[in-house]
């Protein structure tokens, strides 16, 4: 078999299984005696439990709840914090929170005896949007710490920001917010629990496999290495399996503690919808001073909503302040951030971790600030362009050579945006926008070296090598790359590389498949594995492995969020073309232009794939995912109400791929499955502005929407 290069095209190495639909999910597995599972929640977004009513259980069917957590366990969920609940008990914080399951053999029994199931409740007041979270609508959520403010940062450089102000012919203020946003990955939510040797097993539609096993294990107080966990093939994810399989495993391991049967739960896509995590909701308040025309300074107040429970939500909101500015170096800058707790389904991980929300602010503040001037938005953005040696909102540095003049070059040039631009008067039904954007790669300042910690190993037999690593693929071509990664640096094929779902009792825990880390972090560990072992090669069979190494001389204060926060950027510019129809107000998208500096490409046709999907998703963002709350219920419930783009709604897409190696990624790469969310929504709402002659300040931006806006211009 001849040896695979990284420049080779290959099939992805789990298409065939997947387009014959033999790839086994875990709602295809059956194990002997299965019982199945069913949440019963919470149907009011506050109130304390004052009593459950249980119908007569049949022999062999349960309930349980947090009265089945043993005396040494706790019911709590180890996440970044600990503060979400397993079950809850005395009180609920958000309408869908676990205050049960019921478990037994037969689903149609389970289901008769859940709707028998009936709660009392003393209901108080919700705090359910960021506002009602900042003002403590009807008493604060959390009365120990008397505030909903749930996290909090800042980051700041340059001189005060009321000395900038003082000085400045005018301060441009606005306030730009952000949605919900639905992950709908193909596979919903589902998990199964076994026993085996004593041992707890569980099979889980995840991303982080040992971030489940860290979670639960609380429960029952118990090593770590007697809970197993197997990544099934995981039809899609997105950040919504980041960790949100806890909340499954960790109801099903208390289950399966007292059963001592397999145990399956399964999400219907109602369910999912109604009862998963989302993107959190973002209100970001921009300050902008301007002197002879020029920027000055920038002051950014940004609010997240967390929902009842942290999960991810510090780190994300720390991604979001640090991606504040944009891709763009201004003097002097303060930017905090405050993650507000509200009586919500907890937010939590969404592609791009927190950066869309700051980045499409900062993007359609400016452009809006731009044609305050009277000038065009990307010749007024491209005069504060970041470039190598700038310094960072964290103090820290641009430490590669920033390409975003040559990706303007491609995108102005194959869109014809110049011309357009001009040619387009506000208001005449056609616009053309563009947005430029940029993702840091791999875990925030120290999380890499300190946290995390990650390895990789390489197993030998023969001619074959086993890669071992936590890591997962949900969708995202990971095994193809990894597998080229190895096979291209040991010089044999694809082939000859194994590459199978992880299970933590048999693999080294390599990081979650989040964070855009898994090709730039984890690629380079199996790189560096690979290298050693092609030295040893002749030796017969034997196992190589090795751990993350952080490049000396980055310096990072975690303490103080200053320095390095990140080694390397991927960048982007988006370009989108639209003709609105004035009386129907519908939306037709005539072109998308991108271009995306990741490094290298490991394999190309994996990369074109995330472009498209990754615009496309953004794109719906932007126009119509409309997710709405009421009462703290999310509204929309399924398939049929929450909608999202088909191949007719948008056109080709033309792309481009920046090249410029990264020295610490394997042959060059850094991440991108995220970048490419980033910024096309904000391209997409500037030209639809400018078709307008309107402003937006909130997004997505259906027909409905636009009807309402063109009642004020």
């Known amino acids: 078999m001849p040896a695979t290069k990284i420049g080779d095209k290959v099939i992805r190495v789990d298409a065939i299984e997947k387009a014959r639909g033999e790839a086994t999910y875990v709602c295809d597995m059956t194990l002997p005696d299965m019982q199945y599972a069913y949440m019963v929640r919470s149907t009011v977004p506050r109130g304390t439990i004052d009593a459950i009513h249980l119908p007569e259980m049949p022999e062999g069917y349960y309930f349980i709840s947090a009265k089945d957590i043993p005396a040494q366990g706790k019911n709590e969920l180890w996440m970044?914090?600990?503060?979400?609940?397993c079950f809850a008990e005395d009180y609920v914080l958000y309408v869908g929170e676990t205050i049960g399951l019921v478990v037994g053999p037969d689903r149609s029994v389970l289901k008769r005896i859940k709707a028998q199931i009936k709660i009392d409740y003393?209901?108080?007041?919700?705090?359910?949007?960021?506002?009602?979270?900042?003002?403590?609508?009807?008493?604060p959520m959390f009365p120990e710490k008397n505030s909903n403010v749930m996290c909090e940062l800042f980051c700041e450089k340059g001189r005060p920001m009321d000395e900038v102000f003082a000085e400045a012919d005018e301060v441009f203020e606005e306030t730009i917010e952000t949605p919900y946003q639905e992950h709908v990955h193909l596979e919903t939510n589902s998990a199964i629990a076994d026993m085996e040797d004593g041992k707890f097993v569980f099979y889980a539609s995840a991303q982080?496999?040992?971030?489940?096993?860290?979670?639960?294990?609380?429960?029952?107080?118990?090593?770590?290495?007697?809970?197993?966990?197997?990544?099934?093939?995981?039809?899609?994810?997105?950040?919504?399996?980041?960790?949100?399989?806890?909340?499954?495993?960790?109801?099903?391991l208390v289950a399966e503690n007292k059963i001592r049967k397999p145990i399956k739960m399964v999400f219907d896509r109602e369910e999912d919808t109604q009862f998963s995590v989302k993107r959190h909701p973002s209100k970001c308040i921009y300050k902008t001073a301007v002197k002879d025309g020029k920027i000055t300074g920038v002051y950014g107040h940004i609010y997240y909503n967390c929902g009842a429970y942290l999960s991810s939500s510090y780190v994300v909101l720390q991604r979001g302040v640090f991606h504040g500015n944009g891709v763009y170096t201004f003097d002097n800058t303060y930017l905090k951030g405050e993650g507000i707790g509200t009586n919500m389904f907890p937010s939590c991980a969404f592609r791009g971790f927190g950066a869309p929300q700051t980045l499409f602010a900062i993007e359609t503040h400016l452009d809006h600030l731009a044609?305050?001037?009277?000038?065009?938005?990307?010749?007024?953005?491209?005069?504060?362009?970041?470039?190598?040696?700038?310094?960072?909102?964290t103090n820290g540095h641009i430490i590669e050579e920033v390409k975003l003049p040559e990706m303007l070059d491609v995108i102005t040039r194959e869109s014809?945006?110049?011309?357009?631009?001009?040619?387009?008067?506000?208001?005449?039904?056609?616009?053309?926008?563009?947005?430029?954007?940029?993702?840091?790669?791999?875990f925030t300042g120290n999380g890499e070296q300190a946290i995390i910690k990650a390895h990789a190993r390489l197993v030998k037999t023969g001619d074959r090598v086993s890669i071992q690593v936590g890591s997962t693929e949900m969708g995202q071509g990971f095994k193809t790359s990894l597998r080229k990664i190895c096979a291209a640096t040991l010089g044999v094929s694809i082939d000859q590389i194994e590459y199978l779902d992880p299970d933590t009792s048999k693999v080294v825990d390599s990081g979650p498949t989040a964070a855009s880390r898994s090709t730039m972090v984890v690629g380079r560990l199996?790189?560096?594995?690979?290298?050693?072992?092609?030295?040893?090669?002749?030796?017969?069979?034997?196992?190589?492995?090795?751990?993350?190494?952080?490049?000396?001389?980055?310096?990072?204060?975690?303490?103080?969020?200053?320095?390095?926060?990140?080694?390397?950027?991927?960048?982007?510019?988006?370009?989108?073309?639209v003709e609105v129809d004035k009386l129907t107000n519908e939306v037709k998208t005539l072109g998308v232009w991108s271009s995306h500096e990741i490094g290298k490409a490991i394999d190309e046709?994996?990369?074109?794939?995330?472009?498209?999907?990754?615009?496309?998703?953004?794109l719906g963002y932007g126009s119509m995912?409309?997710?709405?709350?009421?009462?703290?219920?999310?509204?929309?419930?399924s398939m049929s109400d929450y909608v999202i783009p088909t191949s007719m709604d948008f056109p080709k897409q033309f792309y481009h791929i920046q090249e410029n190696p990264y020295p610490w990624g394997p042959y060059g790469a850094k991440g991108m499955g995220e970048l490419v969310f980033n910024g096309a929504s904000a391209a997409y709402v500037d030209a639809v502005e400018r078709a307008l002659n309107c402003k937006f300040t909130s997004i997505p931006i259906p027909a409905e929407d636009i009807e309402e806006a063109l009642k004020n211009v």
């Open 80 to 85: 970044i914090a600990k503060d979400w609940r």
């Open 122 to 139: 003393e209901e108080q007041t919700p705090a359910v949007t960021i506002d009602d979270g900042i003002h403590c609508v009807g008493g």
């Open 208 to 252: 982080c496999p040992f971030y489940i096993r860290k979670s639960i294990a609380g429960l029952l107080d118990v090593p770590y290495d007697d809970i197993i966990i197997r990544q099934c093939t995981t039809g899609g994810a997105f950040g919504g399996k980041e960790h949100f399989p806890d909340v499954l495993c960790g109801a099903l």
């Open 371 to 393: 044609h305050h001037l009277g000038v065009d938005p990307l010749e007024f953005k491209m005069q504060y362009l970041a470039k190598k040696g700038d310094e960072t909102t």
């Open 416 to 442: 014809d945006y110049w011309r357009k631009a001009k040619e387009y008067k506000p208001g005449c039904g056609r616009g053309i926008g563009i947005a430029l954007y940029n993702h840091g790669g791999a």
């Open 526 to 577: 199996v790189e560096r594995a690979a290298q050693e072992m092609k030295e040893r090669w002749s030796e017969g069979d034997f196992t190589t492995e090795v751990e993350y190494e952080h490049p000396d001389g980055y310096p990072w204060d975690q303490a103080t969020f200053r320095g390095d926060a990140y080694l390397g950027y991927g960048w982007g510019v988006a370009c989108v073309e």
């Open 605 to 618: 046709l994996i990369v074109h794939g995330q472009i498209n999907g990754g615009i496309l998703q953004s």
């Open 625 to 637: 995912e409309k997710l709405e709350v009421k009462g703290g219920r999310f509204k929309q419930k």
